[in-house]
């Protein structure tokens, strides 16, 4: 077998950019040919497909010097001291952006945005003003972001939904359905007489009394 990529160091970018200067797609789980000419590469630690071809005159190039320093102010944000790495004057733009400029929630993103200059860069992504005053996390940070730019477009629009022109109809009222007839034991005629009972007797006898008197 022969080995397509450098060991993984954490210092280029996943799964695009030139074969010596990308970590491969980790935690695998797609190899397949591609018959125009191409390998099909996929893992589940990084953002769809990564397509292995030849490379192209119009193919964009960057520098990767900075880029792995840039990975830790973008997802950390700006150390106060570049050599304990204990206290921060920035937030972390993973925890809102995704990792590598990348998500699905609809905010910025930076598939699409190749070609904007620095400012509209920085904009885009709301970084604070503790970045822009610091010239190395600035550099750093661009160097971080501008490469992640180029790429498919970040997000689809969304079907545009056209209101109806009149309300919607009335659901059909459902028939009341019609009693169901008293049993009367197998017999015509009218229902049966129900006995009085002492109260009723004792109530008759005291309305002839007073009628009598």
């Known amino acids: 077998s022969v080995n397509l990529f450098s060991s993984p160091t954490g210092l280029y970018p996943d799964g695009w950019g030139l074969m010596e200067s990308t970590n491969p797609p980790h935690y695998g789980w797609l190899v397949a040919v591609d018959p125009r000419g191409a390998v099909l590469l996929a893992g589940g630690g990084e953002h769809g497909l990564t397509r292995l071809r030849l490379q192209r005159d119009t193919d964009p190039t960057f520098s990767m010097n900075d880029y792995w320093l ?53 904009d885009a992504f ?48 459902l028939p009341t359905p019609n009693p169901s007839p008293t049993p009367t034991g197998g017999s015509s005629g009218p229902p049966p007489q129900v006995p009085p009972s002492v109260y009723d007797k004792c109530l008759a006898q005291f309305l002839t009394c007073v009628n009598d008197g």
């Open 126 to 173: 709301e970084v604070d003003e503790s970045v822009r005053s610091d010239d190395n996390a600035l550099r750093y940070l661009l160097a971080f972001i501008r490469p992640n730019t180029y790429g498919a477009t970040a997000t689809m629009a969304a079907p545009v939904q056209t209101p109806p022109t009149s309300p919607p109809p009335l659901p059909t009222k």
């Open 70 to 122: 840039g990975r830790f102010v973008y997802n950390a944000g700006v150390p106060t001291d570049y050599t304990g790495y204990s206290d921060f004057s920035s937030r972390s733009l993973a925890l809102r952006y995704g990792w590598d400029g990348h998500n699905m929630l609809g905010l910025t993103d930076a598939w699409g945005l190749y070609g904007l200059t620095d400012e509209e860069l920085l």
